[in-house]
């Protein structure tokens, strides 16, 4: 079952250095993409089925494919922002296989006549982007891009598009795209309002149109331009070709990265790979898409689901970013909602007021249920609150933000009922834990700084 | 030329030099100002918003913007504890709670030596080795008590010797 597109480290060690990936085939992907035209390359990733790994699922080679070719200046970005709770292996790539990563962004760079690749990293990813940096300085000393790249493409010009990386400052929000493309020039990490797309002129970075693309999508690339599209489509099932990292958190005995094709089951991933339940539990609840996607009720039905792009919509549910985080039957799934809230309240940029306001309703109610003061019209305001947040705000955000309230509501109804009726109460302790600090500590700062 | 251009002048024309606007260096340079000053202060603000050709009022939007950017003077470290929902189902929170209490600061408060900041912050893409912290941008994992108080000691310890050396 293993096979590792992406996690080349697991067959060739230190692949992250340049020299490594440059004597394993490295590099050779951008060189036969160049003697292609860019017509070529596109029609290739368009029909290797690659769909983007960031979350969405769109096609890769549409989204290129959308980019007029006529403009003088076009650019590609990395999403490396990776924040969605649960996420963690966009780090990983690009700690131990960066240049498989950055080729990929390079025939993109090719494939949309790009002027330039910017890498947008987390801010918290400081050490991975100090390292990057060092690598992309070495491939550019090498002459495979930049002002003194010597390739040439099909035409026989000098391929001379470079990369930079563009370190964010710890702002969830940054990885809509919109927003990011924002934060790199530098205005407030707000999404913008569409259309234009990004793919439009004025709808991208700087105004340019832009491809922005997913770290493990891009990583991707390279494997479908030496192998072809046709190989690319035998791994996974129907119209999710290929592999999926799926990142296992939570309550299982080996959490970590998991390169599999598209169609492993739920079972497979959290009892074979995942070593089954930590300290011995029951599976009792997951969370398939981070924090922001409906949560699913743990059955034999749901764990032998082939894990695609569309077998979780029976469930109502969708794959994702496949940040699999799982819940053993010692959960309160009242806790995970309020966890999960608390976590979008903290991140909403404030743009949009559904949002803002809304996050913070929710929060508050869910408090008031967990310090034992619920009451039962509660549940129905907390939906009233967080169905109103969906259609109404810019982005996708606000749409993530509602779901962990209506779907533990629309799963667990019993878990809800069962505070509201004062059936179940706060431990004492947690009762009091529950304090908001943090305003006194911003009351406590400095005045006029 | 102002303080961050006399001493960071080769980071900050390489920054310059990756984006067509100015404006796109003003992360990288509140970065630059933090490590100058400890913190984004007013100082650092003005500086940065002269490199950039921006007011000094849209620079302090951007820091307040983001939680790497602190806008007041912290610990000689700054623990920041991801207590999310991943890290929560191994015990982060209580994690975090004892941490401060060992540490004897409340939430953002710092130790009184002057020495730990901590506080908590949202999901630092690393789960699967929780519970964890960043401290001074770099992340510390699959962490307990015993091993907190092992690396507080270091810490520590390293603050003194070089204030000895001096």
Known sequence: MSLNIIFREKDIPNIREFDVYSKNGGYEALKKALSQTRKQVIDEVK????????????????KWSFIPQDNPINYVVVNADESETGTFKDRQIMENNPHQMI???LICAYAIKAAAVYIYLRGEFWDVAHALDAEIARARKAGLFGPNGKLKDADGNPFKVDIFTHLGAGAYICGEETALLNSIEGKLGQPRVRPPFPANKGGGLYNEPTVVNNV????????????????YKKIGVGSSSGT??????????NPGNYELPFGVTFRQLLYDYGGGPLNGGEFKAILPSGGSGPILRVTDEVL???????????FNSILGSASVIVMDDTVDIVWVASKVTKFFKHESCGK?????????????????????????????????VAKNMQPTTLCAFGEFAANPTIWTINVFPEE???????SKKPAEEKAVARPARERVAAAAAPAGD | MNTLQEKYADRIETTLAKYPDKRSAVMALLYIAQEEYGWVSPEGIQDVAEVCDMDPTQVKSIAGFYTMYSERPKGRFWLQVCTDLPCALKGAEKFHHDLKEYLGVDEGGTSEDGMFTVEHVMCLAACDKAPLLQCNFHNYEHLDMEKMKVLLDQWRAEVNAQVNKS
């Open chain 1, 47 to 62: 029909a290797s089925n690659l769909r983007g790994r960031g979350g969405a699922g769109f096609p890769t080679g549409v």
């Open chain 1, 103 to 105: 080729e990929g962004a």
């Open chain 1, 216 to 231: 493990e999508t891009l990583a991707n690339v390279p494997w479908i331009i030496n192998n072809g599209a046709e190989e």
């Open chain 1, 244 to 253: 999926k990292i799926f990142c296992l958190s939570g309550h299982v005995k």
């Open chain 1, 304 to 314: 032998d689901t082939p894990l695609t792009y569309d077998d979780l919509r029976k």
């Open chain 1, 352 to 384: 949009c007021t559904p949002c803002r306001e809304g996050t913070y309703w929710l929060d508050k109610v869910l408090d008031r249920i967990l310090a034992g003061g619920g009451k039962e019209s509660d549940v129905d305001l907390i939906m009233s």
């Open chain 1, 416 to 422: 809800f009922k069962a505070w509201v009726d004062g």
